[in-house]
Nanobody
Framework: QVQLVESGGGLVQAGGSLRLSCAAS????????MGWFRQAPGKEREFVAA????????YYADSVKGRFTIARDNAKNTVYLQMNSLKPEDTAVYYC????????????????????WGQGTQVTVSS
């Protein structure tokens, strides 16, 4: 079992930055690939970024590539999402998720590949 708690969301102006954190509890964090997803009102939950359990592989949605960075600290059981050059279209509830299987290079990219989810944190980008 993995429990996930996101933090760091808030209101920011376009062009600004935020760093989201996801604190995990449970023994399997260091062997879990982690991902960030987001869901805007009236839209489906969409993939944002993923990182393998080793931290050596990452993958990003095209819409955030070059602006967002995913990272993890296995000693702190925490995964981060650094978001720069934010745009109004980045406004959404952001969720972190954990996948409890896979190789050290695995970066799951669909919500169906994840076993555990946090409750989400709101990010609002004003124009």
């Amino acid at each position: 079992q993995v429990q996930l708690v996101e933090s760091g969301g808030g209101l920011v102006q376009a062009g600004g930055s935020l760093r989201l954190s996801c604190a995990a509890s449970g023994r399997t964090f260091s062997s879990s690939a982690m991902g960030w997803f987001r869901q805007a009102p009236g839209k489906e939950r969409e993939f944002v970024a993923a990182i393998s359990w080793s931290g050596g592989n990452t993958y990003y949605a095209d819409s955030v590539k070059g602006r967002f960075t995913i990272a993890r600290d296995n000693a702190k059981n925490t995964v981060y999402l650094q978001m720069n050059s934010l745009k109004p279209e980045d406004t959404a509830v952001y969720y972190c998720a954990a996948n409890s299987g896979g190789s050290r290079y695995y970066t799951p990219r669909t919500r169906f590949e994840y076993d555990y989810w946090g409750q989400g944190t709101q990010v609002t980008v004003s124009s």
